[in-house]
């Protein structure tokens, strides 16, 4: 059973960083697609960043120029570097791979991130 762990989650003060980290585990298949998404309260999950296994990346508008994603095809693991952090960027943020040749899509159970201003 794929697994997703995320770690790196937690409280900063705005204009800080953060280091998100989502390591795949549980299968053989080759992992495709690994990216971020967010969701606050009453809102619908919304794409941070992608990046697929060759590396291409795509960010949303709201984050381009201060979050990078990159990603680790060894160690089945993709990162979110996040900074000059706002409060806005508060919310819960998940990890999505896709993996195998039909693309099963696979979510982590979240990790919180919130920005103080």
């Known amino acids: 059973q794929v697994q997703l762990v995320e770690s790196g989650g937690g409280l900063v003060q705005a204009g800080g960083s953060l280091r998100l980290s989502c390591a795949v585990s549980?299968?053989?298949?080759?992992?495709?697609?690994m990216g971020w998404y967010r969701q606050t309260l009453g809102n619908e999950r919304e794409l941070v960043a992608e990046i697929t296994r060759g590396g291409s990346t795509n960010y949303a508008d709201s984050v381009r120029g201060r979050f990078t994603l990159s990603r680790d095809n060894a160690k089945n693991t993709v990162y979110l570097q996040m900074n000059s952090l706002k409060p806005e960027d508060t919310s819960v943020y998940y990890c999505?791979?896709?993996?195998?040749?039909?693309?099963?899509?696979?979510w982590g159970r979240g990790t919180q991130v919130t920005v103080s201003s």
């Open positions: 549980g299968t053989r298949l080759s992992i495709n697609g």
């Open positions: 999505k791979v896709d993996y195998g040749p039909w693309g099963i899509n696979s």
